[in-house]
T-cell receptor, first 116, second 116 residues
Framework: NAGVTQTPKFRILKIGQSMTLQCTQDMNHNYMYWYRQDPGMGLKLIYYSVGAGITDKGEVPNGYNVSRSTTEDFPLRLELAAPSQTSVYFC???????????????FGDGTRLSIL | AQKITQTQPGMFVQEKEAVTLDCTYDTSDQSYGLFWYKQPSSGEMIFLIY??????QNATEGRYSLNFQKARKSANLVISASQLGDSAMYFC?????????????FGQGTELSVKP
């Protein structure tokens, strides 16, 4: 029972480099999300997707891009990495739900990214 | 304005005692869901409990219960018989009806330390 799998778990990048954070889920969830968590803070939404081919911006999308070509995969791309992007990144997925719907989001274990 | 407010940055509780973690929220939606997540020092996000805005009874899941006071817009997490393994960050989150994509809004968290 893998759930949501994120790779890599840790990464150090130099300023200006690019990389892709991988996220895959095996629960056939339509909805997927990327969050970042800065030290001592809650999670902030970067991008989300309600299905293959459909993505939309969250609260803090600048400096990131996503794609959703399959139900299972939702990679997050960092272009021109900056120190402000040092954070822990979480991918999550859920069944479709709005408002009082009781479907929780299921999270991966996170990717700890440092930009030096 | 903050949508989710957790006013206790840190809390201490003696092992085997009960503890209440506060969460207040702000929404004009009639249909919304409230979630609590636990984040141990290992970093993963673990779903604990859910309360829907239409639920008349407080949610319970094992040692976790939710003290839901709709008129006061509060959804406090109660952990009974605290255990050392309960030491972690706890996040309250809300999903609103109008917020498409089932997005969650997180509070800043409360760090709970359980003393032996």
């Amino acid at each position: 029972n893998a759930g949501v799998t994120q790779t890599p778990k840790f990464r150090i990048l130099k300023i200006g480099q690019s990389m892709t954070l991988q996220c895959t889920q095996d629960m056939n969830h339509n909805y997927m999300y990327w969050y970042r968590q800065d030290p001592g803070m809650g999670l902030k939404l970067i991008y989300y997707s309600v299905g293959a081919g459909i993505t939309d911006k969250g609260e803090v999308p600048n400096g990131y891009n996503v794609s959703r070509s399959t139900t299972e995969d939702f990679p997050l791309r960092l272009e021109l990495a900056a120190p402000s992007q040092t954070s822990v990144y979480f991918c999550a997925s859920s069944w479709p739900s709005t408002g009082a719907g009781n479907q929780p989001q299921h999270f991966g274990d996170g990717t700890r990214l440092s930009i030096l | 304005a903050q949508k989710i407010t957790q006013t206790q940055p840190g809390m201490f509780v003696q092992e085997k005692e009960a503890v209440t973690l506060d969460c207040t929220y702000d929404t004009s939606d009639q249909s919304y869901g409230l979630f609590w997540y636990k984040q141990p020092s290992s970093g993963e996000m673990i779903f604990l409990i859910y309360q829907g805005s239409y639920d008349e009874q407080n949610a319970t899941e094992g040692r976790y219960s939710l003290n839901f006071q709709k008129a006061r817009k509060s959804a406090n997490l109660v952990i009974s018989a605290s255990q050392l393994g309960d030491s972690a960050m706890y996040f309250c989150a809300m999903r609103e009806e109008y917020n498409q994509g089932g997005k969650l809004i997180f509070g800043q968290g409360t760090e709970l330390s359980v003393k032996p």
